[in-house]
């Protein structure tokens, strides 16, 4: 029998994923800063009936450009609303939504995780992987966690070890949220393996950022995967020198070890009204429009970008 992957709308086959970007969200959002700002600036920037409208519209682009599932990796902290989510992905049917269970923080676990014990967090993120999140039915296919050029502090060991927990437990792979500046995919490691997590399981999200080879390679030859997944955010590395640094790393042999996203949203609550923005404009079809082709005219193979797109995802989601 064939493995499946947890989606919203219930199990999937690993081979029906089809094209995949590994890292894409939805909403970022402070569910407290919308209620609280979201009304103002004359036009609101937070009306549920109009956000959701807008991401039915742009998933069903999204889907109507050959891309068939995106991985979510919006936790808590991020502004994860599966219900939200659910009535989106209802309007789009054919387009396969993988989300996750665990915990977006730099340095603190706050309030309604930070107050609770190791035993029922771990616990929590269990169920949410076996049972459902909330009362959604929705399961959890992967963990997610961060560390921050701040580093493996605060809150951040106990996190991490949280995560390690559940995915030993549970078998699930682990997403964290790297600086590649700081090179934090290498403490990423260091701390998940060591608490057991196979590197196999470990994708370095944002690892694109950087085109430190050396740090890529290091980060590759242990197992883990290489997140390419911030093509079109000009900020954190212009798109040329993130295809020159993928464009190597294909030409070394390491199509197989990596993903590739936006790490767009239909929204996000710190763009809106925020000038040192203006210019961004999240594309989940940047991908196939505009970097694939420069790939082809790099000499880069069909198979390769198959690898990326479709074998590296099913690959990801393969129970060991
Ligand atoms: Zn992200």
Request: with cysteine; glycine share 8%.
């Amino acid at each position: 029998m064939s493995q499946t992957v947890e989606t919203v709308r219930g199990p999937l086959a690993l081979e029906a994923l089809g094209p995949t970007l590994m890292h894409e969200h939805i909403f970022v959002l402070d569910p407290e800063a919308m209620e609280n700002y979201g009304r103002r600036w004359g036009a609101p920037i937070w009306d549920e009936e109009v956000r959701v409208a807008d991401a039915i519209a742009k998933l069903r682009r999204l889907r109507d450009g050959g891309i068939h599932t995106i991985v979510d990796p919006t936790v808590y902290g991020l502004g994860r609303n599966i219900q939200r989510i659910q009535r989106i992905n209802a309007e789009v049917p054919d387009l396969n939504v993988i989300v996750a269970t665990g915990v977006y923080a730099f340095l603190e676990l706050r309030g309604f995780l930070g107050y609770r014990s190791d035993d029922q967090l771990v616990e929590l993120f269990v169920r949410e992987i076996r049972e459902g999140i909330d009362d959604t039915g929705v399961k959890a296919a992967f963990l997610k966690c961060a560390i921050e050029a701040h580093g493996v502090i605060g809150d951040i060991p106990r996190i991490l070890s949280l995560i390690a927990s559940t995915a030993v437990e549970t078998g699930v792979p682990v997403m964290v949220h790297t600086s590649a500046p700081a090179q934090t995919g290498r403490v990423a490691l260091e701390t998940l393996t060591a608490a057991g997590v196979d590197p196999s399981r470990i994708v370095i999200a944002h690892a694109g950022d950087s085109n430190d080879l050396d740090y890529l390679r290091t980060l590759a030859d242990t197992g883990a995967w290489l997140g390419c997944d911030r093509f079109n955010i000009e900020h954190f590395n212009p798109d040329p020198d993130r295809i020159d640094t993928l464009v190597a790393l294909l030409g070394e042999g390491y199509a197989d070890s990596i993903h590739l996203g936006h790490d767009a949203a239909c929204f996000m609550d710190f763009m809106a009204h925020n000038p040192p923005f203006a210019h961004e404009h999240p594309d989940y079809l940047h991908i196939s429009r505009n970097v694939l082709p420069v790939l082809r005219e790099r000499g880069v193979t069909q198979e390769q970008i198959d690898a990326m797109l479709v074998a590296n995802p099913q690959r990801f989601f393969a129970r060991l």
